[in-house]
Every structure is written in C-alpha cells, then in structure tokens.
C-alpha cells in the first residue's frame, strides 16, 4: 500500500517569514496530493490540492508544488501571518481505498 | 450548510462497553469514510464505503465495524471497548471514490476508554 512521510514534525518560524513542508509517497499509482489544515479542536481541512499532471499551482499566499520522478511534493507559505498557526497534513491518494495521511506538522508562528 | 456532523463529541467508556459513534453528510457524497487520529500517527483509514450496502476495512479495521444502509449515514460501532481504543474518531465524505476527489471532515469524537 502507500506510505507518505512528511517532514519536519514542528516547524517555527518568524511572522512574515516563509514556510515549507515536504512528503514523500511510495506509490506511483498515486494522483491526488491535498493538504490539510488542521485548528484545534477541529476536523482537517482542504487548503490546497494537485493533481498528478500538474507540476505546481498556487492560491494566493500557498503553493503546493510536485515532482513525480522523485515522488515528492512540497506546502509552501509565503508571509506567514498568526492565523497560520496549526497542524498540517500531506495526503496521496488515487483509487477506492481512500487517502493515505502523513504523520503531520505543527506549524508555529513566532510574533 | 450542515455537511458532515458526527455525534458525540466526547465519550468516556469502560472496557468491554460497546457503542456507536454517528456520521451523517447532507451533500450526497457516494464515498464515505472513518479514520483516528492518534499523537504523531496521523490520521489512520479504519472503514470505508463507496455507496450504501458496500463497505470494506481501511489499515486499522480490528475492533470496528460498520454498516452503510442509506447514503447519507455511516455509523461506526464499537463491539467491545479497550483502551488502545482511546483516540479522536473523524468521519469524512467525498463525492466520488475517496482518494480521488477532496475529503470533507466532521468535527471528531474525542473518545476515551477506561
């Protein structure tokens, strides 16, 4: 089945500052790439997806970018505000099974 | 727009207690799904249903079943509770099979087992 990793665990970085987070999939098969936002206390949701016939794509200050050859894909936040502040999930999915989660990052803004 | 609301959110149980946790989705969504969440585990496929009457387990299916009778409704039952049960619960929709299309997510069930 599909394994996705996801690193770092804790990301901290200053307000305004940039943020990224990377995950790796195992699966070629896999088509679908969402990212996940995750505020105390609530369910995840979607901030961002790709599709496997798209290199990047962009919604206004986040970015996923992916690169199939190297089974990879990339969360990137530009001007980090408070509000950022959360849990993070990467996902892979691409058939009736379902989506296969990464093990998450905390994402901390420093004022 | 109520989307997907699951019921309760909190429940304490005994070991050896069973119960059912409840999702229900007002979207029409044909893929419905339960996963938990556990700390530095993510979240983790237990059962899901591409449509009423079919269900099939996820990664971690031991002590949980499930039934899909309508398509708005995907309960998850508990038939004897243990404390490695303790976790959050999400149930989650999407409107065609779910690792092709975004996943809608309720609130959780926060669940502890005694």
């Known amino acids: 089945g599909e394994n996705v990793e996801q690193h770092p665990s804790t990301l901290s970085v200053q307000e305004g500052d940039s943020a990224v987070i990377k995950c790796t999939y195992s699966d070629s098969a896999s088509n679908y790439f969402p990212w996940y936002k995750q505020e105390l206390g609530k369910g995840p949701q979607l901030i961002i997806d790709?599709?496997?016939?798209?290199g990047e794509k962009k919604d206004q200050r986040i970015a996923v970018t992916l690169n199939k050859t190297a089974k990879h894909f990339s969360l990137h936040i530009t001007e980090t505000q408070p509000e950022d502040s959360a849990v993070y999930f990467c996902a892979a999915g691409g058939g009736a099974d379902g989506l296969t989660f990464g093990k998450g990052t905390h994402l901390i803004i420093q004022p | 727009n109520a989307g997907v609301t699951q019921t309760p959110k909190f429940q304490v149980l005994k070991t050896g207690q069973s119960m059912t946790l409840q999702c229900a989705q007002d979207?029409?969504?044909?893929?419905m799904s339960w996963y938990r969440q556990d700390p530095g585990m993510g979240l983790r496929l237990i059962h899901y249903?591409?449509?009423?009457?079919?269900?099939d387990q996820g990664e971690v299916p031991n002590g949980y079943n499930v039934s899909r009778s309508t398509t708005e409704d995907f309960p998850l039952r508990l038939l004897s509770a243990a404390p490695s049960q303790t976790s959050v619960y999400f149930c989650?929709?999407?409107?065609?099979?779910?690792?092709?299309?975004?996943?809608?997510f309720g609130q959780g069930t926060r669940l502890t087992v005694v």
């Open positions: 979207m029409n969504h044909e893929y």
């Open positions: 989650a929709s999407s409107l065609r099979t779910g690792g092709t299309t975004e996943a809608f």
């Open positions: 249903s591409v449509g009423a009457g079919i269900t």
């Open positions: 790709i599709r496997s016939n798209v």
